[in-house]
């Protein structure tokens, strides 16, 4: 599978990392799925060389506009040129995902009201385990919002992905990560400002290293970094817990497992 960093930032403007996106590609790349789609990820994609219109299924990890804006642009772009777009997509994510869709349309007055025929919506719960073509998806509840969710990815060679979208320390990011061949952590925060405003709901680096280290990760890239976390160093805070391989993301990083 190719993994593609679309976006490495958070919601915080800062112009060398866009909003939450992680493209996988299949093996036979029959199969392209989208983690999230904050704002800007329509562009991203077109920086790859890719286009929006090949995309299967975009997976919501949790409802917050920095991980979900631009899904507005792609149902717009997509209704407009319906007639150059026959191939049925799915949006997928946790409960309400489609009372969430349904408001965006109701807000958007018809102009991102797609047929049928080629939108799908799967609402997946806090705990599910589908198959979207060669692709086994499982997602498990994360620490972060009520609805959040977070995913794994495993294609028919057994190799796997796993992406934590926005989390704090939870048993299930643990299980859902466990020997993971390329582990995606969110790392929002120095340790120092997690603690001092008691923040459970993101990980630091340490955080991200002892979910690393306790999944038997084989590689853990480093994802969903404020300002703030970018001034310390990230790497060796997290490599104090984890021995493995680290990777602190970039805007356009690709990487293949």
Do not use: W
């Amino acid at each position: 599978m190719e993994v593609i960093i679309l976006g490495s930032g958070t919601f915080i403007p800062i112009p060398e990392r866009a909003c939450p996106s992680v493209l996988v590609i299949s093996e036979t790349e029959k199969t392209r799925l989208l983690l999230d789609i904050g704002p800007g990820t329509l562009r991203q994609i077109a920086k790859t060389g890719l286009s929006c219109t090949m995309l299967d299924y975009v997976l919501l990890s949790h409802f917050h506009p920095d991980h979900t804006a631009d899904i507005i642009h792609f149902l717009f772009t997509i209704k407009n040129i319906t007639p150059l777009f026959q191939k049925p997509f799915t949006i997928a994510g946790p409960t309400g995902t489609r009372d969430f869709i349904k408001a965006l349309q109701q807000a958007y007055k018809g102009h991102i009201h797609i047929p049928s025929n080629l939108l799908e919506i799967d609402e997946l719960g806090k705990r599910s385990k589908r198959k979207y073509n060669e692709l086994t998806i499982i997602s498990h509840h994360v620490k972060h919002a009520p609805e959040s969710i977070g995913f794994r990815i495993e294609d028919n060679s057994g190799k796997s992905i796993v992406y934590s979208g926005d989390t704090g320390i939870c048993d299930d990011v643990i299980r859902l990560a466990e020997n993971a061949d390329l582990l995606i952590l969110e790392c929002s925060l120095p340790e120092e400002t997690i603690e001092a405003n008691n923040i459970a709901t993101h990980l630091s680096p340490s955080d991200a290293g002892k979910i690393a280290d306790e999944a038997n990760a084989r590689c853990l890239v480093l994802t969903h970094i404020y300002p703030e976390c970018l001034k310390v160093d990230i790497r060796s805070r997290c490599g104090r817990y984890y021995k493995g391989k680290i990777i602190i993301a970039k805007d356009l990083l690709r990487l293949h497992v």
